[in-house]
């Protein structure tokens, strides 16, 4: 269940934490934010490999906006396991500035954080950033259209499945590799 006693709250310091011990339990982990960085992916990784490896589905959509999103932190992220499905929004100049996790434990159960936190350690353990904590049962309307709003974006036209490119570099490398 979810790490939250109270319904809604502030948390203004050590996100990390908090997502952590949410991923230890969900069903279901979902992230949206616009910036992806190494750091960020380090600070989750083994957690989200965890989660995987016990069941969870993991989804997480980036954007490209600003160029602010490291290729690298993609890379890192695509690594952890071939489960986790992660997708770029390709914002074409248009704002694509979330900064959403949703952790989802059945049966009306789960908890919706949005606030200012990017995918980066500094957002995550050291930074100035303001998030609110929603418990899903405190509000079940705003959770499940939190869900479902994910779920139109991470499949929206505009993103581009990065799993499946990871593979394709990987199929390249490997037969570059043959032919030398």
């Known amino acids: 269940m979810s790490t939250t006693k109270l319904n809604v709250r502030l948390i203004t310091e050590n996100l990390g934490d908090e997502l952590i011990a949410n991923m230890q339990h969900a069903a279901g982990i979902y992230i949206m934010t616009s910036f992806i ?3 960020g992916v380090r600070l989750l990784a ?3 490999k965890s989660a995987i490896e016990r069941g969870a589905e993991v989804k997480v ?3 490209d906006y600003l160029f602010v999103t490291q290729p690298e932190g993609l890379r890192l ?3 952890i396991d ?6 770029l929004w390709r914002s074409m100049g248009t ?3 979330p900064k959403a996790y949703l952790f ?6 789960g908890l919706l954080i949005v606030g200012s936190s990017n995918f980066s350690m500094s957002a ?13 049962k405190a509000e079940p309307y705003t959770f499940q259209v939190a869900l479902d709003k994910f779920m139109q974006n991470f499949y929206h036209e505009s993103t581009m499945p990065l799993n499946e490119h990871n593979e394709l570099r990987r199929g390249i490398s490997a037969a570059s590799s043959r032919e030398s």
């Open 77 to 79: 992220l695509c690594g």
């Open 61 to 63: 959509l980036a954007g």
């Open 82 to 87: 071939e489960r986790l499905e992660a997708r």
């Open 46 to 48: 083994p957690h989200l």
């Open 37 to 39: 960085m190494q750091s």
């Open 95 to 97: 704002s694509f500035h």
């Open 104 to 109: 989802d434990y059945e049966l009306g159960e």
């Open 124 to 136: 995550m353990k050291m930074g100035m950033e303001w998030n609110l904590a929603m418990n899903a």
